[in-house]
């Protein structure tokens, strides 16, 4: 594959999901709520997760990304298990959180002393609970994109399995996103698929973009999968 078709971005993703609050084995007293189907356009029912999947923390205040960026090089020196961390933020109905969005978690027992290690380096955890809370969220992650162009508009997560990229030539409102792709899917033959939206920025140019979530990521489904996004756009 080219280096010039590798890509290090920065970028959105915004998706919705239900999310359950957790209050077993986190700091006592904090707002930790935990993705109940990852990908609900994928998978019929939520698979058991033996370890968690996608963790929001709320936060304390918004801190900024540097802040974020800079704790979290510090956390994982001193960490002792690997996990991935990302700002953003999750609105249930009214009602918006700054989260710490955390994956690659091997098992439960480090949520809460994940929480101990940000807070040592000055990122608090948010002081409320909301016990049996269960209900679906928007949410957005600011992160950074490692990802290999395998054609036009199209790109493969380096990182993340089953993760792709179609390019679009617009941005949506969440609405508008929801009624794009359930047009798609309502003309789509193969294999079923979730989708989130987002935007990175590169060579001075902001790329909109449709991620999808599926075991069948090849270049003849992907090309058709864009290709049918495209015409519904129209």
Sequence with gaps: MNKENKLEVFGTLSKEEPVLTISDR???GTLV???LAP???YYNDSPLATKPIYMYLALQEQYTLVDILRATEKVEKVFDNKFEAG???LQIYDQKYHVLRVRHLEHYDLIGKLQEAYQDQGIFPLKKT???LEEPAQIRVIKFFNLTKIDDGIYLDNKEDFHAYLEVPQGHSWEGFNELTNRVKYNWVESKFDAALGAFY???KLHEFIRIYS???NLPYLQELRKLYLE???
Excluded: D, M, S
Aim: glycine letters at 16%; a positive charge; zero cysteines.
């Design 26 to 28: 986190i700091v006592p």
């Design 33 to 35: 709520f935990e993705a």
């Design 39 to 41: 990908f609900p356009g």
């Design 87 to 89: 700002k953003g933020f």
């Design 130 to 132: 909301r016990k049996g």
């Design 202 to 204: 590169h060579n001075g």
């Design 215 to 217: 075991n069948k990521l």
């Design 232 to 234: 519904k756009l129209k």
